[in-house]
């Protein structure tokens, strides 16, 4: 099993900023992708930002500018760098990645349980 650990959510001012990270621990093999969802109350859940094996970096028009997806030098971390935060982002952030456990098997999605972020005005 792959386990997803998430830290650094928490309550900032609008404009301010906030880290998130992200550690992958378990049986793996190797990570495809590490990614950042959020889902505000009443909204689906989105895609906040992704980043590849390859380093193939993407985020929401929302968040551009404003957030950096990177990963740790050991490739199972993702951290989130949020800055210019604002009351929009609040919501729960939940951590992704898509696993191979091991060598031929297909790779299976795994989630982390979520951290809140509130931003207040």
């Known amino acids: 099993q792959v386990q997803l650990a998430e830290s650094g959510g928490g309550l900032v001012q609008a404009g301010g900023s906030l880290r998130l990270s992200c550690a992958a621990s378990?049986?793996?093999?190797?990570?495809?992708?590490m990614a950042w969802y959020r889902r505000a109350p009443g909204k689906q859940r989105e895609l906040v930002a992704i980043?590849?094996?390859?380093?193939?970096?993407n985020y929401v028009d929302s968040v551009k500018g404003r957030f950096t997806i990177s990963r740790g030098n050991a490739k199972n971390t993702v951290y989130l760098q949020m800055n210019i935060l604002q009351p929009g982002d609040t919501a729960v952030y939940y951590c992704?990645?898509?696993?191979?456990?091991?060598?031929?098997?297909?790779?299976?999605?795994?989630w982390g349980q979520g951290t809140q972020v509130t931003v207040s005005s």
């Open positions: 992704y990645a898509r696993v191979e456990v091991a060598f031929g098997d297909s790779a299976r999605d795994y």
């Open positions: 980043i590849t094996s390859g380093e193939r970096i």
């Open positions: 378990g049986s793996i093999f190797n990570i495809n992708a």
